[in-house]
């Protein structure tokens, strides 16, 4: 093609792309529904031509694909598909009916999204209707969720494997990619019927460049934060074998979560962590601010820049190296032992392992924990002061009524927030340097998943136990975060 | 201000208290780093009582791990390493995402707030968080120590809140005298972020200095190992230690006692923390506040 030829195409081009522009600027349904019906039309296309099931027996390496006309005729036949296998000749494959009629309601539910959009993309939808739309976008995804969870978690839901015996659905059965692709596809129709109209396109194409900019971001966070989430929940219902891989696995339901409230080790673990949480938590709070009322009360402002500089500086040191200098003092032929005259086993002994804890992380963190207090005091008007000293208060008195209530807030947020965290507080980094996994009093949430979980291979099972973790304690900063926005005003977000 | 008695006696005894917690803080590095000049001969004749600076100091630690083995100089190295690369690669990934979410009117930008916040409220968990790594391919490269935590939400949290912070009418200012978007950033709003970006400069790099966990998980190459997990497993007595760590081990058949080397390698491995934290000590209060109270 000649340069000219170009020239004029581009020239023709351009109009024609302007007018298109103005159209769907004025008219974003077109674009609305548009999305939504593209998104409809392939999830039914992927439930009625892609495989939905997969029937598998481990002992025999089988495993069937069934796609939605397989499911039909299964249930024409009583639940019992006909299969024709190289090896196995012809098997007749059951499926349970509750099943299929989960999967008949998933495809009827994206026929309706799929008429609506038709009808949304040619302007036949009021405002209200576009509400449901989205709304019928939305359902879709969260009965898919649903259907998602019974279908490989639950065991009301009856299999049969190839020997005729029965077991739960989930033991012979997994849902495919397809199934979690139709997921992810309701999630973007629901939010394109929402999210699209004349503003939000205009305002897309204009801020092109900061989508660009948020995109290293993006792809990060699906890649190292999503997809681990995802892979948590699925691993912790799952029996997790190395040589079949995460997704080759099988199905066990809640048995993890079952074995975690069940396993007398599992429940001591869990209470051990809350002990040494609370016990940090309490280190943690108190004497820093006691610490921070007696610096800012000292006066001597050139004097106090000093102290606050050397205390904020073992925040900055790792454990590695905070347990570095403990061992300078407590090893068996350290100072601490010389001092007392005796020989002492202070490291990797249970008696002393708490309070080696509660030592060393006061030492490292007491200082720094001033720092928010200090801001909060600093911010007291002086004047305050001033008045109550000529008034003839005390200082204890003025402690009370005005430097405690002034960094009241902040107490009560810590608080708060150190309490959400209980689950997560025990401060692992510190545990498995100072312990090891043969001693009982270092065995907490954290230090299980990496001794037990990860180095013994029990994917499953510490998946299970992260999840649980991490869920409970998401509810917990969730509730203590209003609360502490509800007492005093101060939250996290 | 009225003073009475009462009021010196009270702030004497603050005082008094400030201080003496400033010295416990202080006496444990000073503590290490006379070990870290004993000699052996010092040491065995004072049976560990040594809590004072050594009378015949000697540096014979420090010569002997800078010197003969090239192992703490290449831990030092790949310490480095992890730290500039994920600090500069961070700063860049989070500030592009925090100017970009400032926009009042971008679309999306709620959803995308939110999932950040899911992100700092729940996690995969150690385990999956292992698989995802291994399947990426990092395990056992520099990047599996990089790249994970490029993005933090908490920073782009700060950081978008304080760009939304700054005055509009600056940018549109800028606007029509024809500065691109690209220059707006460079011009206006990095340098009006310039003490928040201190304060997360500085905790990044604290943050890779000090990691030592990340190392013990997704590295088993000795040949990358940082200098604080060599630190570490200078101290480990319980693990089983395999060949290829024993030439990581120091302090055998040399003229000081083993302590004084494993203190003097504690000494190395804090020194560059202690070279920073003067030019950013003025921020970080700052960027605490913000981070703690605001987010």
Request: aromatic share 12%; proline share 3%.
């Amino acid at each position: 093609m000649t340069d000219s030829k170009v020239l004029a195409l581009s020239a023709n081009a351009a109009p024609r792309k302007r007018a298109f522009r103005e159209k769907f600027d004025s008219s974003p349904n077109i674009l609305r529904g548009g999305i939504a019906a593209v998104c409809a039309f392939a999830a039914l296309l992927l439930l009625v031509a892609a495989p939905i099931f997969t029937f598998g027996d481990e002992s025999v390496s089988l495993s069937v694909s069934m796609g939605f006309f397989g499911l039909l005729k299964a249930l024409a036949g009583g639940g019992v598909y006909e299969v024709q296998h190289s090896e196995f000749g012809t098997l007749g494959v059951t499926v349970s009916v509750a099943a299929i009629v989960l999967v008949l309601i998933t495809a009827t539910v994206w026929l309706a999204c799929f008429v609506l959009s038709v009808l949304c993309a040619f302007g036949k939808l009021g405002e209200k209707d576009r509400i449901a739309l989205s709304a019928a976008n939305f359902t879709a995804f969260a009965w898919q969720a649903v259907v998602f969870v019974v279908l490989i978690a639950s065991k009301s839901v009856k299999a049969q494997n190839i020997y005729g015996e029965e077991t739960a659905f989930y033991r012979t059965f997994s849902l495919t990619a397809t199934y979690l692709v139709c997921v992810l596809l309701s999630l973007v129709a629901g939010g394109c019927s929402l999210g699209v109209n004349g503003r939000n396109v205009k305002n897309v194409r204009r801020y092109k460049l900061m989508y660009l900019f948020l995109l290293p971001a993006a792809a990060l966070v699906v890649v190292y934060n999503l997809y681990p989430m995802l892979l948590s929940f699925c691993l912790s219902l799952k029996d997790y074998v190395i040589a079949d891989g995460i997704w080759g696995s099988v199905w066990v339901g809640f048995k993890n979560f079952k074995t975690i409230f069940v396993d007398p080790d599992m429940l001591r673990i869990i209470g051990n962590t809350i002990l040494i949480s609370v016990l940090r938590m309490v280190i943690s709070i108190i004497p820093p601010i006691i610490l921070a009322v007696m610096l800012f009360d000292m006066g001597a402002r050139k004097v106090r820049k000093g102290i606050q500089t050397i205390i904020y500086i073992p925040h900055f040191f790792s454990w590695v190296v905070v347990y570095a200098i403990a061992y300078a003092f407590v090893n068996p032929d350290g100072l601490i032992n010389n001092v007392v005259n005796g020989n002492v086993q202070i490291l990797a002994n249970e008696g002393t392992f708490i309070p080696l804890l509660l030592i060393t992380d006061l030492w490292k963190e007491c200082g720094w924990g001033t720092i928010l207090y200090m801001a909060a005091l600093t911010n007291v008007d002086p004047s305050l002061h001033e008045a109550a000293a000529i008034d003839g208060a005390g200082p204890v008195k003025r402690l009370f009524k005005i430097t405690l209530p002034s960094i009241t807030p902040t107490i009560v947020f810590t608080t708060v927030m150190a309490v959400g965290n209980l689950l997560k507080g025990a401060g692992y980094e510190q545990i498995m340097l100072f312990g090891s996994d043969i001693m009982k009093s270092a065995q907490v949430i954290d230090t299980w998943v990496v001794w037990r979980g990860l180095q013994r291979l029990q994917y499953g099972l510490g998946a299970a136990v992260s999840f649980f973790q991490s869920f409970i304690g998401m509810l917990m900063v969730i509730g203590c975060n209003a609360l502490s926005k509800r007492w005093v005003g101060v939250s996290l977000y | 201000m009225i003073k009475g008695k009462s009021d010196k006696a009270y702030q004497g005894v603050c005082a008094a208290v400030a201080i003496i917690f400033a010295l416990i803080c202080l006496y444990p590095l000073l503590y290490t780093v006379f070990l870290s000049f004993c000699t052996e001969k010092e040491w065995l004749s004072s049976s560990g009582a040594i809590w004072y600076f050594p009378k015949r100091p000697t540096g014979a630690a420090y010569v002997k791990i800078l010197g003969s083995t090239g192992v703490v100089l290449r831990a030092l190295w790949v310490s480095v390493e992890r730290t500039v690369l994920g600090t500069v690669l961070g700063l860049i990934v989070n500030v592009l995402a925090a100017y970009a979410l400032s926009r009042k009117d971008l679309p999306g930008k709620g959803v995308f707030v939110k999932i950040m916040l899911l992100t700092i409220l729940f996690s995969g968990g150690l385990i999956p968080t292992y698989l995802t790594i291994q399947s990426t391919g990092l395990i056992d490269t520099v990047w599996a120590l990089v790249i994970p935590g490029l993005f933090s939400a908490w920073n782009v949290l700060i950081l978008k809140q304080f760009m939304e912070g700054i005055p509009r009418e600056l940018e549109e200012a800028a606007e029509v005298d024809g500065v691109s978007t690209v220059g707006k950033l460079f011009y206006i709003i990095l340098p009006m972020s310039k003490a928040v970006l201190s304060a997360i400069c500085m905790f990044t790099i604290v943050g890779h200095w000090n990691n030592w966990f990340d190392v013990s998980i997704y590295i088993k190459d000795p040949k990358l190992w940082t200098l604080q997990y060599y630190v570490k497993i200078n101290f480990d007595n319980t693990a089983g230690l395999d060949q290829g760590k024993l030439d990581f081990l120091i302090g055998q058949g040399s003229a000081v006692s083993s302590i004084t080397m494993k203190m003097a390698l504690t000494v190395i491995s804090v020194v560059p923390m202690l070279v920073i934290y003067p030019f950013f000590q003025k921020y970080f209060t700052q960027g605490v506040y913000i981070g703690a109270v605001k987010g």
